[in-house]
């Protein structure tokens, strides 16, 4: 493994870190927030730091007007569909059953990359995928066992949520991997949060105003986390790594996610089980093998 990629690996893996932790933050603060507030409130605060950055970095902000239905297409499904689907979704389901649900967007990447990346899946790498995802259920098994689940009708409708949310990121990710091939992966980036703030106000904006002069020092520190670092940082280092390799074997990293949510769970009391372990074992050995050439 090179330099490169061992420093794009690493990448991934703060970057799944950095996303784990959201679906406890968010989790632990949709019930002073809501959220499609919340997915508004986290957008309207990470794009104006985009646009300075993108600004003052001196880079090249020019992508033809033809390219719009793509950016449009990117507003949509990496920031306003994706985050309405996504918060309601886990409002509505458990932390553990979320985390497996929203795992599905491998496949769906995978799937997609397929279809229109034309990339290829060696028997090593489609090994490696499925080792991670089956370490993922084997993690979320783990978890599920120490968690009492109804199943409620906005239970069903959150699974549904999640799904939708997974399959957005997907579409996300395939049209973004097209246009940074073009442009620059920072200005792609920054003119799909501006559409996609614009494509949440009528819906949120209304209701931001009431919730924001009531939000608790706790609420501001949960938004400014979501914003700056899962979505500014986290964001572009999905960009970066998907400039530098295949969207498949970007999108393994992910299984790490739902690994490291239930990790910070231990921090609460929680002890390791077997099948947490061994979920954890094939997570690792699935996305290396889905990075050997």
């Known amino acids: 493994m090179t330099k490169n990629n061992l420093f794009t690996s690493f990448l991934l893996i703060l970057i799944s870190l950095i996303w784990a932790g959201s679906f406890v933050v968010v989790k632990l603060t949709v019930d002073e927030i809501p959220p499609l507030v919340l997915g508004f409130l986290r957008f309207l605060v990470a794009t104006p730091f985009m646009v300075i950055i993108l600004i003052l970095g ?40 979320s985390a497996v649900l929203i795992n599905t967007n491998v496949i769906f990447i995978v799937i997609l990359s397929l279809m229109f990346l034309k990339e290829k899946i060696s028997i090593v790498k489609g090994i490696g995928i499925i080792c991670s995802f089956l370490g993922v259920i084997c993690v979320v098994y783990a978890q599920m066992m120490n968690e009492t689940i109804t199943f409620t009708n906005l239970f069903f409708f959150g699974c549904i949520f999640i799904i939708l949310s997974a399959f957005c990121w997907a579409i996300y990710t395939i049209t973004g991997k097209k246009l940074i091939e073009k442009y620059d992966e920072f200005t792609v980036t920054t003119y799909a949060f501006m559409l996609g703030t614009i494509f949440f106000m009528p819906l949120a904006l209304p209701h931001s105003i009431t919730v924001v002069q009531t939000m608790s020092m706790n609420g501001w520190i949960a938004v400014f986390y979501l914003a700056l670092l899962c979505s500014v940082f986290g964001y572009m280092g999905w960009y970066y790594a998907l400039k530098k390799t295949e969207a498949s074997k970007v999108a393994v990293f992910l299984n790490f996610i739902p690994l490291f949510a239930i990790l910070l769970s231990f921090f609460f ?3 390791p089980t ?7 074992i094939l997570i690792i050995f699935g996305v290396y093998l889905a990075q050997r050439k």
């Open 58 to 97: 001196k880079k090249d902000r020019h992508i033809p007007l033809k390219e719009l239905p793509k950016l449009i297409i990117l507003g949509l499904t990496g920031v306003t569909l994706l985050y309405i689907f996504q918060y309601f979704g886990v409002d509505y389901t458990t932390a553990s059953t």
């Open 274 to 280: 077997i099948p947490f372990l061994f979920g954890a």
């Open 269 to 271: 009391g929680e002890q």
